[in-house]
């Protein structure tokens, strides 16, 4: 998962996530990110917290990695923000899986009502499609100690 500040450049988030997708390789990955970005790609109710040049720009940003990379986002419609709090409401969250991943199951996405924070419980149900086992073609690290 990552936080993206939102009063910071989102290029070097992205960076990060094509690191950890070059790094996941076939592996399934699911990426769970505070986004502070809306986007009709992860179903966001359009809010007051919406407003604002930045917060199209990161979207769109977001948007376009996520097309390049393959990237799907696994957020459903629903009636609970996943930000909420005295002051704004929206759905700045997004919830991210690779194409191994998408091959690999079918997801249940949900967002419930969790007074212990000011962003909802973002619950992901993976049920997988295949009986096969997944392997990584990562590379896997090794050390010599002499």
């Known amino acids: 998962s990552a936080y993206c500040q939102f009063?910071?450049?989102l290029e070097p988030y992205l960076r990060y996530m094509d690191a950890v997708l070059l790094q996941a390789s076939r592996t399934p990955a699911i990426l769970g990110l505070d986004a502070n970005a809306?986007?009709?790609m992860w179903f966001s109710k359009l809010s007051r917290h919406a407003e604002g040049r930045a917060n199209y720009n990161r979207s769109e940003l977001l948007s376009e990695w996520m097309l390049e990379?393959?990237?799907?986002?696994l957020n459903q419609p629903s009636e609970v923000f996943t930000f909420d709090n005295?002051?704004?409401h929206s759905d700045i969250d997004v919830t991210i899986v690779n194409d191994a991943a998408s091959m690999w199951a079918t997801y249940d996405w949900r967002v419930d009502v969790w007074e212990?924070?000011?962003?909802?419980?973002?619950t992901v149900v993976a049920t997988p499609t295949t009986t096969s086992t997944v392997e990584s073609i990562a590379p896997v690290p090794s050390w010599n100690f002499s």
């Open 69 to 73: 990379n393959g990237a799907v986002a």
């Open 7 to 9: 009063d910071t450049e």
């Open 38 to 40: 809306l986007s009709p």
């Open 86 to 88: 005295l002051r704004a």
């Open 116 to 122: 212990l924070s000011d962003h909802n419980m973002i």
